[in-house]
């Protein structure tokens, strides 16, 4: 069973840091692009990040361009990001999606809530 499991997420200050983890399981994590999504009460759902299978490439939204990084360690499994500069309007609820952008996702990790607020 496929399985995406979010973390690091809570609540951290305007210009703060956080880095997610997203864990998985199930497949062949190397054979898959992965992205970052995020959602806010309200709002649809944002593409944030991807990053192809193999690292080579990174695509960011340009709301986050130069704040956060994304990453992965095949060897453990792991997809990141890193949030450094945070702005309030970062607040949502971060899913990790397997695919390099949601539209094309096919699996969905449960999310894991940020909450930046001074």
């Known amino acids: 069973q496929v399985q995406l499991v979010e973390s690091g997420g809570g609540l951290a200050q305007p210009g703060g840091s956080l880095r997610l983890s997203c864990a998985a399981s199930g497949f062949t994590f190397s054979s898959y692009h992965m992205s970052w999504a995020r959602q806010a009460p309200g ?12 690292g080579s490439d990174t695509y960011y939204a340009d709301s986050v361009k130069g704040r956060f990084t994304i990453s992965r360690d095949n060897a453990k499994n792991t997809v990141y990001l890193q949030m450094n500069s945070l702005k309030p309007e970062d607040t949502a609820l971060y899913v990790c999606a ?15 809530q940020v909450t930046v607020s001074s």
């Open 43 to 54: 709002k649809g759902l944002e593409w944030v990040s991807g990053i192809y299978s193999d």
């Open 98 to 112: 397997r695919g390099l952008h949601q539209v094309h996702a096919d699996y969905w990790g449960q999310g894991t």
